[in-house]
């Protein structure tokens, strides 16, 4: 495993990140595919094993059921203080206010089992507060020892730009990481959002690496649970199938050459690309098998190149 430091904060982070959307109850108001505690605490200890410490969760992700059996898995297997836990907090009642924030950031904690995050990140932008209390609200948690360091995930770069400049001219902390949307099928940060991440030492750790799976097959769909029913991953990716998987023969074509996976192909021009951690999303230990090998892979510049040359502008997807 590779690690490195998360931005300008002091976390020393694994170079792959757990994505934990993939723990918790089933239900129909979020996913169906999820897995229960039992198995979601194999998955974190094959992480483990690996040498993975950084870990992503969510208020929202199955009704606050995933920080639970986050929570659960790693009181059992590992000391708190070996890893990094990350939880956000926006899709709730009053998004990103003062008073939410203060209240979703207990409920966190509580159902994490534990007295501090270690990265708590703002779900998305919020329209309807002004940036100044948001800000102030999170920097409150810093200096309370609640929080030991801050992000953002999917916004537009302008927006992202505004919130960092006020952290800076009222003294208040700034964010450390950028979780966007971002992989071969889907580009668009590197217009603005990632341009200005890099000049501020932001750290990348993109959602979707693997765009819901169709970078790591050939098949555009399967027949598990999750490809059958994730209508999110549909939304974001089908629209566009007919150019992309050109795109996805390609990353094919690439993994032959460098007798890899297309697993590995795809995460290793992240890596590339300068993303310090990509969000691996998981319901069986031996995908994080297949991206640690990742690591093995060395692109050439003719194979970023390559794999790059057939992207075409999409509508936005992520940023609200």
Not at 184 to 199: A, F, G, N, T
Request: charged letters at 25%; glycine letters at 6%; one cysteine or more.
């Amino acid at each position: 495993m590779e690690y490195s430091k998360l931005g300008n904060s002091n976390l020393q982070v694994s170079r792959l990140c757990v994505g934990c959307m993939s723990f918790g109850n089933p239900n129909s108001n979020f996913h169906s595919w999820t897995l229960n505690a039992d198995e979601s605490e194999v998955l974190v200890n094959r992480a483990l094993d690996l040498g993975i410490n950084f870990f992503d969760t969510a208020n929202i992700y199955s009704s606050g059921t995933s920080e639970e059996f986050l929570g659960r898995a790693i009181k059992n297997n590992v000391a708190r203080d070996k890893v990094v836990l990350a939880t956000k907090v926006y899709f709730n009642d009053g998004k990103l206010t003062k008073e939410a924030i203060l209240r979703e950031i207990d409920g966190s904690l509580k159902r994490l089992g534990t007295d501090y995050v270690d990265l708590y990140i703002i779900h998305r932008f919020d329209y309807d507060t002004p940036i100044e209390e948001t800000i102030a609200a999170l920097d409150s948690l810093v200096k309370a020892g609640k929080v030991r360091a801050l992000g953002a995930s999917a916004m537009y770069g302008y927006q992202f730009y505004n919130m960092q400049l006020a952290a800076k001219e009222n003294g208040w902390t700034p964010f450390v990481s950028m979780q966007n949307h971002y992989n071969l099928l889907y580009r668009e940060d590197e217009r603005e959002l990632i341009p200005i991440c890099k000049q501020q030492n932001v750290a990348l750790t993109p959602y979707s690496p693997l765009a819901a799976g169709r970078l790591s097959r050939l098949e555009w769909k399967t027949d598990t649970k999750r490809s059958q029913t994730d209508t999110t991953a549909v939304s974001k990716y089908d629209g566009t199938q007919e150019t992309d998987y050109k795109i996805v023969l390609r990353v094919n074509e690439i993994a032959e050459k460098h007798n890899a996976t297309m697993t590995q192909i795809a995460l290793a021009w992240q890596f590339a690309k300068g993303v310090t951690s990509p969000i691996i999303g998981a319901t069986k230990a031996k995908y994080f098998d297949d991206a640690v090998g990742a690591f093995d892979v060395k692109l050439s510049e003719d194979d970023v190149a390559y794999l790059d040359e057939l992207y075409l502008p999409h509508k936005i997807v992520g940023a609200i």
